[in-house]
């Protein structure tokens, strides 16, 4: 019997040559990534990280609560920046031209390295498995201790494996085909994730990050990509490391194999509390008018995301009464987007584009909902609480939903407004 | 049942506000201990005796990631959790403090309040004393056994950083 991705990489990194689902396997860590909450006070183990194993194999990366949003912020900030001169952790990002959000650095410098297991105490971190990394999300203290040690442990889990086909409709991208898989079949717990088929082979690596990225909010353990030329390319550019890819087997054992036309999706939206079987076509969503819209995140910050929000405002203002924020995943793609003119289009039609962090996503320091406000959401997450009060309500849809429902006012199929204005480049912009 | 039925929401406060209150681990323990698992017995934490088990149903711990409700379940003196099944992020978080947990679907129907049973982690098995039933459970490996008996990650990791016992 063959073995999935997920299976091979556990494998590789127990030193063993096969595991099974339901065993519990000790693995070397290829990277533990800390963030600035590993650092709060409230994380008992931060005076305890006295050594690493190999400071080769750690990263920093501040991203939650940067620019420091209050003194109790500001102590854990300083607390990290000590670690890290201690313990000679030369990845690490500090406020400053390469922080970013940890995901989007995690890709953006090659340390998602395939065929090697990856830890960080953030939920997204299965966002890594669009390199073909077995990367996920553990308790904090946990990603001290693997970076402490060098090993940590998983449950093998079975896995579901989702073929792609078909070409996206115009203006519908991989959030909607998240959603898409999460109104259809809810959640994935105990359970790894895999994405070939023609389609992912044809998604970009950012598109095939927001696929990974959401899959934490179908609980699932790893969501993994297969490694094909564009993501080898990618690491090779940004890593001496040696690697080897992972490919599954023929014959490996799925719990379930799923086929999906990503030809028959329309844009989507989650309504509030959950996407866990809880999505729809925008269509269906009804007159939903709304305070807020945002796109950023780590699953919708990246370059592409901003340049679509941008094209769908430019020309236009944001509603009246709606404030419309725009988080770049990194400095580095807030600077290409300044480069590209993207934050000036974004500005001029009344939007606010910020400094990179998880600040509005996460409701931790800015853009918070008061109670009874709806707001409009390309990021991860919309559990109650999430974006601020509990009694707000979070709709998430894909970064070209929300620009046009932000100059809308209310939740609207983005192709509504991409087309009446210019439909000769919406044609072009249909390839994929 | 979810982490808030295990430890209330209003309790979020012990974690966030403890240490800037001067409330070390212990007290965190102590305090998240009082309404441990008050949605199903009022009396939970005085009927509970030092190394008792608690038997959880289908996605024991379900939730968002917060670490709450295992240190309630472990300052109320919880000796180790066996449960149907649970949410991988539940289960970190009971073994890296310390908390034994072990998944083990049909345990429900051979286990009743009152039963006396017996867990071996390195050999994967649950015995019923008062049925002899026998439940088979994929073992823990000796890395896990090791941080769950020095009571924890933290205490695992000052071992073995720092051999002089006390800190």
Known sequence: M????????????????????????????????????SFVPTSFLRSEILRVKDPERVVIVFDHIVPARDVQSAEALKIGREVATRLGIRRFHDVGPDQGICHQIIADYGYAVPGTVLVCPDSHTCSAGAFNCAARGVGGPEAVYAACTGQTWFRVAPTIRYLLEGAPRFAVSAKDIFLHIAGTWGDHVNTNVEFT??????????????????????????????????TIAH?????????????????????????????????????????????????????????????????????????????????????????????????????????????????????????????????????????????????????????????????IASPATVAASAVRGRIVDPRELLRRKRPARARSASAP | MDGTAISPLSDRRVLRDGERNGLTYDDQLRELARNCLKTVDVDFVRKVAPGDIVIGDRGFGWGHDYEQAVMALKGAGVGAVVCESTRTNFKRNCLH?????????????????????????????LVNIRSGAVLRFSPYPSFLLDIVSAGGLYEHLRRRFQPDPGR
């Open chain 2, 97 to 125: 403090h310390g908390l034994p947990l072990v998944e083990l679907p049909g345990v429900l129907g051979e286990v009743k309040t009152g039963d006396d049973v017996e867990i071996d982690l390195a050999g994967g098995t």
């Open chain 1, 197 to 230: 088929g023609p389609y992912a082979a044809a998604m970009t690596l950012d598109a095939r990050r927001t696929l990974t990225t959401m899959c934490a909010e179908i609980s699932a353990e790893f969501a993994l990509f297969e490694a094909d030329d564009k």
């Open chain 1, 2 to 37: 063959g073995l999935t991705m997920a299976e091979k990489i556990l494998a590789r990194a127990a030193g063993r040559a096969r595991v099974e689902p339901g065993e519990i396997v000790t693995v070397e860590v290829g990277k533990a990534v800390l963030i600035d909450l």
């Open chain 1, 235 to 395: 690491v090779r550019a940004r890593t001496s490391e040696a690697f080897e890819p992972v490919a599954p087997d023929p014959d490996a054992r799925y719990e379930d194999v799923r086929t999906i036309d990503v030809g028959a999706i329309d844009p989507m939206v989650a309504l509030p509390d959950t996407v866990v079987r809880n999505t729809r076509p925008v269509a269906e969503v009804g007159d939903v008018a709304i305070h807020q819209a945002f796109v950023g995140s780590c699953a919708n910050g990246t370059l592409d995301d901003l340049a679509m929000a941008a094209r769908v405002v430019k020309g236009r203002r944001v509603a009246p009464g709606v404030r419309f924020i725009v988080t770049p995943g990194s400095q580095a793609i807030y600077l290409e987007a300044l480069r590209r003119g993207l934050v000036r289009t974004l500005t001029e039609s009344g939007a606010i584009v910020t400094s990179s962090t998880c600040g509005a996503c996460a409701g931790l320091h800015l853009g918070a909902l008061a109670a009874g406000e709806v707001c409009v959401t390309a990021s991860t997450r919309n559990f109650k609480g999430r974006m601020g009060s509990p009694d707000a309500k979070v709709f």
